[in-house]
């Protein structure tokens, strides 16, 4: 049975309520997939046996050849598993459904998804989400969140009785875990107010388009001309030396530099890869570019070199990524802990919105003394 997927895609709802014409544009693009795509889909896979098996059905977990995948959907199951177990201190009989297919249809039509995991106990309903992707996912005000909330609420509304929908994004590879809890009020008044009317202007592809963070994941993001406007803004700086500018300028450049940066990388690969289609470009062409040596047989390189009296190895341990892929986590936090330091990272500047405790720059120049 082939994949039905949503019109209305909870997943990139952050981008559709945010810009509602890029929907239609998206949509006309076939989704090429990706590598990151397929890894987060066979760790759901895993993540979904594990936690039926957990809760008592009779399924049979598959063996996980990635020890770090592994790892992770084992941290995903015995968190779930807590979760239940929490709410069983003040309800007697807790409900878990694990891949459950919910609908907001009720407010905008096509718009679908399945949660990860849905607790229902005593006045509250929790969403759980995993992902198994690197970028860090906040829960606070996540709009694909909300939508599970607001669907799961609508689906078990007429079989349970709740006031309280908990809504959590589990990142195990990021050692990051997020709840936000809203009022099922809460969420019908926003479904209302904000998701039933943008979602009939992006269905019918009208709208305002809007740039900004949520153009990361745009499939029309290298050609879409309110990105190009938004980003040249910048270029009304005329990229003055920092001592010309007003600290409002600066922070107002710094506030856009990422998004900028990004923008430029995209238009670059964007222009290259049309050029590797045959298209000719007025001032630009295409040359090739630098190459690195390499061995065209390294078994025979290594039986050549140790032939001739010498050794053709390098002998050093494995970088604590890749050993953590050949361990997993867990072996990796048992056999090496004793030996893992993770000395304080270099001071960044990030906006006033991130999550990290700010850099105390006197205790740091007690301590550099």
């Not at 399924?59 to 979760?83: A, S």
């Not at 019908?188 to 809007?210: H, S």
Request: proline content about 5%; aromatic content about 10%.
């Amino acid at each position: 049975m082939p994949e039905i997927h949503s019109v209305l895609p909870p997943s990139s709802s952050s981008r559709w309520l945010a810009c509602p014409p890029s929907l239609l544009l998206n949509a006309r693009i076939k989704d090429e997939g990706s590598p990151y795509a397929q890894e987060g889909t066979m760790a759901h896979y895993f993540a979904e046996m594990k936690v039926r098996a957990a809760v008592g059905e009779d399924v049979k977990v598959p063996k996980c050849d990635d020890p770090e995948m592994d790892d992770c959907t084992d941290m995903y199951r015995d968190f779930v598993t807590e979760q239940l177990e929490t709410v069983r201190v003040s309800c007697r009989d807790p409900v878990i459904y694990v891949e459950q297919r919910v609908s907001a249809d009720k407010w905008a039509e096509g718009c679908f998804g399945t949660a990860d995991c849905v607790i229902i106990s005593d006045n509250e309903l929790h969403i759980i989400d995993l992902k198994y992707g690197q970028i860090e996912v906040p829960a606070q005000e996540n709009t694909q969140l909300k939508i599970y909330g607001l669907a799961a609420a609508e689906t078990f509304s007429t079989l349970y009785n709740f006031d309280t929908v908990k809504m959590t994004i589990f990142q195990p590879r990021r050692n990051f875990c997020d709840t936000y809890t809203a009022s099922v009020k809460e969420l019908y008044d926003w479904a209302e107010n904000v998701l039933k009317p943008v979602a009939v202007l992006a269905m019918n592809g009208e709208g305002e388009f809007c740039a900004g963070e949520h153009c990361r994941f745009c499939k029309v993001k290298n050609t879409c001309r309110k990105r190009a406007e938004y980003n040249l803004s910048l270029a009304r700086y005329d990229f003055e030396m920092p001592a010309e500018l007003q600290d409002t300028e600066i922070e107002a450049i710094l506030e856009k530099a990422d998004d900028f940066i990004s923008w430029v990388n995209d238009i670059k690969e964007y222009a290259l890869q049309q050029a590797l289609k045959g298209k000719q470009w007025e001032s630009w062409k295409l040359v090739e570019g630098r190459s690195t040596r390499k061995y065209t047989d390294e078994t025979a390189v290594a039986n050549a070199v140790k032939t001739a009296g010498y050794d053709p190895y390098e002998h050093k341990v494995l970088g604590i990524t890749a050993m953590t892929k050949l361990l997993g986590k867990k072996k990796l936090e048992e056999i090496l802990g004793a030996f893992i330091d993770k000395p304080p990272g270099k001071p960044t500047l990030v906006p006033q919105s991130d999550r990290r405790p700010a850099w105390n720059t006197a205790k740091n120049d007690f301590t550099e003394e």
